[in-house]
């Protein structure tokens, strides 16, 4: 398993700002998603970032608006740029360790956009 | 387009009865399957997996059951406590990897 810390844990954020997330793991892996959950939804994979390559984004999701940088195998941090209403959510990071399948995910940046 | 269908509606059901709730999907051909909890305020866990060429799985109180024929899942808390009230979210993997797509979830109260 993993333990997984997310900073900051919440924030209120003015439109046309931007926020970058942390997320640090206790352990190295090799796979972190990076997800958002809206309020009443599932949570939607918004990319997936392995140490060493590029983020890989999902439909509707692109690098200018989420940044993701993942410098080693223990951090990432996603950044929601130029922020709007549409943009309050919970954003979650969770890693695969790669013995198994099952992800396991950090407690959520919940983001309020003003 | 791809789907996953959890019962929207809240389950409540008493102490002591085992607890089923459903995930359907459509236009999905997932290589597994993954059922997790989320208590409000905290992100998800996992409880279980199961692969497409497995019919059952177990652990502890819960149980889960693949169909790929009828492209649906069901997942049960036997012997179910106050504790068990959470969300239940529903979640595919994909033929490629890691990635999973999930379910809105089905909000389990269990009532003494």
């Known amino acids: 398993s993993a333990v997984i810390s997310q900073k900051p844990s919440r924030d209120i954020c003015q439109r046309g700002t931007s926020l970058t997330i942390q997320c640090q793991v206790d352990s190295q892996v090799t796979m972190m998603f990076w997800y958002r959950q809206q309020p009443g939804q599932s949570l939607t994979l918004i990319a997936t970032?392995?140490?060493?390559?590029?983020?890989?984004?999902e439909s509707g999701f692109v690098i200018d608006k989420f940044p993701i940088s993942r410098p080693n195998l223990t951090f990432s941090t996603l950044t929601v740029s130029n922020m709007s209403p549409e943009d309050s959510s919970i954003y979650l990071c969770?890693?695969?360790?790669?013995?198994?399948?099952?992800?396991?995910f950090g407690p959520g940046t919940r983001l309020t956009v003003t | 387009s791809q789907k996953i269908e959890q019962n929207s509606e809240a389950l409540n059901i008493q102490e002591g009865k085992t607890a089923t709730l459903t995930c359907n999907y459509t236009?999905?051909?997932?290589?597994?399957l993954q059922w997790y909890r989320q208590d409000p305020g905290r992100g998800p866990v996992f409880l279980l997996l199961?692969?497409?060429?497995?019919k059952e799985k177990r652990k502890e109180r819960l149980k889960v059951t693949f169909d790929t024929t009828l492209k649906q899942s069901l997942f049960h808390i036997t012997a179910s406590q106050p504790a068990d009230s959470a969300t239940y979210l529903c979640?595919?993997?994909?033929?490629?990897?890691?990635?999973?797509?999930f379910g809105k979830g089905t909000s389990l109260l269990v009532t003494p």
């Open positions: 199961i692969r497409e060429n497995e």
């Open positions: 969770s890693v695969a360790t790669g013995a198994a399948y099952e992800q396991y």
């Open positions: 970032a392995n140490q060493g390559s590029e983020a890989t984004y």
């Open positions: 979640a595919l993997g994909r033929n490629s990897g890691y990635a999973l797509n």
């Open positions: 236009n999905y051909s997932p290589a597994y």
